[in-house]
């Protein structure tokens, strides 16, 4: 049993691609596989057999991104790898690296790094799969405390800076810079919302293949309507995507009537009514 992770498919793929930089890493110096969550789990047992058979001294242990179940005595004085089955948006990344470094002098770690089959943002040191050309958004100008940060001010944007301090263990001076600091640089945006469930009861995506000129105009209309909460040009046969909002759907259907049905330089739709949306579930209308 004990080479049996060895025998799966994703496992092969993944020593294939990481292995021998993985032992190159840890040389001949005693070190530690970090398996992180359930599919770290997985491939960390898959590479730490893996290292075995190749004589590499390794122990393993296991812990969450939070740093619980993780064996202090078994990583100190070692070189550590922490192993993942993918870094999608890199939180899971950085909440863990930042536990492990602030522990680095405490248990005398000698280095830290991190390995996945699938990395899409680019932070891992070893990797197998990079999907970082592909992704929506990179994490690579923020930390673990940011991202704590945001996730507060997401729920409430009015919440207290000494209320966060608490839970972040820095001080309220420190989390004010860390908020004016990705004010200025455009990563973090505070502002009011109505929530699409206290004024909506109906929404609906209209598909709209038009002219490039009535694209254009239709744009500029609909970006000061307060009906329209989602606005997008889109290749192929459509080329707007709207998303409505409204009371009921009778105030949709004279919406759709009167400000594109009637414009002659649209030249098919495809609507598509239902319930409110799930995400978004607020809103910033244009108020004049």
């Not at 000698?110 to 943002?121: G, H, P, S």
């Not at 909506?200 to 995506?205: F, G, L, P, R, V």
């Not at 606005?231 to 995507?241: E, Y």
Request: charged share 30%; glycine share 10%; with cysteine.
């Amino acid at each position: 049993m004990e080479n049996s992770f060895l025998e799966f498919g994703p496992i092969q793929k993944f020593t294939k691609g990481v292995g021998d930089k993985v032992r190159e890493y840890f040389g001949k110096e005693r070190g530690c596989v970090i398996a992180l969550g359930d599919d770290g789990f997985f491939y960390g047992q898959g590479l730490y057999q893996w290292l075995l058979k190749q004589g590499v001294k390794v122990d393993i242990v296991f812990m969450d991104d939070e740093g619980r179940g993780l064996e202090e005595e078994k990583i100190k004085g070692k070189k550590l790898l922490v192993v993942d089955n993918d870094i999608v948006t890199g939180s899971g990344y950085k909440r863990t690296m930042e536990l492990l470094r602030s522990r680095r002098e405490e248990l005398k770690i000698k280095e830290i790094k991190f390995a996945a089959l699938c990395d899409r943002v680019g932070l891992a040191d070893f990797s197998v799969e990079d999907y970082s050309g592909h992704a929506t958004w990179s994490l690579k100008e923020l930390d673990g405390l940011d991202l704590k940060i945001i996730k507060f001010l997401s729920k409430n944007g009015r919440e207290s800076f000494v209320r966060i301090a608490k839970d972040t263990k820095l001080s309220p001076v420190g989390v004010k810079n860390r908020v004016e600091k990705m004010l200025q640089r455009g990563i973090l945006k505070i502002k009011g919302a109505l929530s699409l469930g206290k004024f909506y009861t109906a929404s609906a995506q209209v598909n709209i293949e038009a002219d490039q000129e009535t694209v254009t105009l239709l744009i500029e209309k609909f970006e000061k309507s307060p009906l329209v909460y989602h606005l997008v040009k889109t290749s192929g046969r459509f080329n707007l995507v709207v998303g409505l909002a409204a009371a009921n759907l009778i105030t949709i259907e004279d919406f759709i009537a009167k400000e594109i049905r009637a414009n002659p330089g649209v030249r098919h739709l495809e609507v598509n009514v239902g319930a409110l949306p799930i995400i978004p579930c607020t809103w910033h209308p244009p108020i004049s």
